[in-house]
């Protein structure tokens, strides 16, 4: 596996994703149980990682009294890799949602991106980044901007 992430590699998967309701309220969540295909796809040139993920979800089951879902998501990533850890980073949550009302906005389009580091808490690494995004395109109602702030844990294969 390692093999796939040297530099210059292509690496691909291809499967299921699924959103359970978990949402604690619900403006929070839609109620539905969605499932559909996903897929991604990246390279690593040089000081790069660079690549896509794509997913459509569709309602299959939840509660029968919301709305049906279905909805695209598309995430271009790219990261520079930079000495120390440091990175900058830009990966936009482009998405779609299908079943707009007529003469809604069907679209979320961002543009964006921020900085990040890769380090360890302990013996355990880590990889932090905070993103600002500008929805070029979206739906009424829905807010002009997006601030990101992730902490991901890191396995790395030893």
Known sequence: ??????????????????????????VLGQGKVLL???????VTPGHFVMGLLVNNQWSVGGNPLLPNVNEFLAQPFINYNMAHGWYLTSSPLITANWLAAPGQQKWTFPIGGGFGRIFKLGDQPVSANIAGYYNVVHPTGTPNWQLRAELSLLFPER
Do not use: K
């Open 1 to 26: 596996m390692s093999r796939l992430f040297r530099e210059g590699h292509t690496a691909w998967g291809l499967g299921p994703v699924f959103t359970i309701p978990s949402a604690t309220d619900p």
């Open 36 to 42: 559909g295909p996903t897929a991604v796809v990246l």
